[in-house]
């Protein structure tokens, strides 16, 4: 551990996995709550006096309702079916109508639309909000200007006209809510009415649901797409297992995936995505010392500065993940993994605050990266996949998007068309 002084603020820096049990450990003293009452102001518009609900206790039971509403069983299958269903709707609408049809596509454009249909078809129900594009242009226009927001300077405002095109929608959606939206929205709205919060600060806030939604999910789509369909052999190597291990049916009578068999049954599918994850993750998950708190006996972490646990460092560790730490390895995540600790692997987060709708997303890039596998070719029309493009570093998310996206021809494979 080291520390980084800014002015007046340390930054304890926590760069490796055997730290972060320990961090987890002290969860009390070293707290996530200051930064969901942060979040609540500079994102969700909160009133005073709903910024003073989530500096309480109460935050707490708000993060329990999130991982009950997004919990294994039959809320989320239900949820996973309707996102399951607009995937299939969109996966179609990008493949070429003729038999030996081209369609040419801009993949990060196409990424971020389906993911945004997908997952609010799971969240918000079938009629969402987000059906609007000029809610959807609004929502990524506000989410390109929320580094501005953190530290309020936004001049010009045009980042918060985009988010009240976002709040005004969710005020109209919320005041009719579908007979199919998820247990998870309820969940955050019950919570929200017990805690007394007035109905206007409830509609911002459940409108900044959309960032934890998409905004992570977006750009490891891209990037497993990416890394899969840039490695034919790896990709032919896929295609087998998805087909032998999780599809049924004909071309006549149709095709069914069974989605758990991509979980259980296709580590070499699981694998591409996890290494994508370990590669492409650039997080650093930060927690604000509450009290003074002596770590591992050693190191002194005085109250009101920050500890962060960067996830780069702890994924290229070769004591870890061996000399290769640092390449891509769309095997590596099929071996024994026993002797790895838990904590080597902080794509989601660290506990007692994991990203509690891991589950929901794994399962959607699953659906597509099979589908899109199984069913398509993808190329870059210029030929090649370029091996290092450059990055938005100023994203606000756990992954970084490129600057350029790649512009993709698309081809149907007929074989298995249906």
Known sequence: MYTVAIFNTKLYIAKTSRLIPLIQKTSKTLSFRPFMQTAAKLMGDAKPETFEVFGTEWVDSFSHAHKNGLATGPFLDEQNLRMGDRALIDIEQLLPVEKDGVAKVN???????????????GIFGVEHPFLDPKVDQAFWKWQSYLPLHMVNLDITGKGYAARQIVFDAFRKYNKNLPSDVSFIYKERLRSMQEAGIDEDDICKQQATFGT????????????????????PDLLEEVRKEVIEQAVSGDKESGFKVDVAALKTKCPLTLSVFQETQRLRHVHANIRKVTEDTLLDGKYLLKAGHYVMMPGQPVHTNTSTWGPTADQFDPYRFTKDSSDRKASSFVAWGA????????QFATTEILIVIALLAVRSDIAPVKGEWVKNPALNTGDMATVYTPKKSVEVEVRKRDDWDN
């Open 351 to 358: 506990p007692p605050h994991l990203c509690p709708a891991r």
């Open 107 to 121: 993949l990060l454009e196409w990424a971020q639309y389906a993911v945004v249909q997908a997952s609010a078809c």
């Open 212 to 231: 934890a939604a998409f905004a992570n999910t977006v750009p490891i789509m891209y990037w497993t797409i990416y890394e899969l369909f840039s490695r």
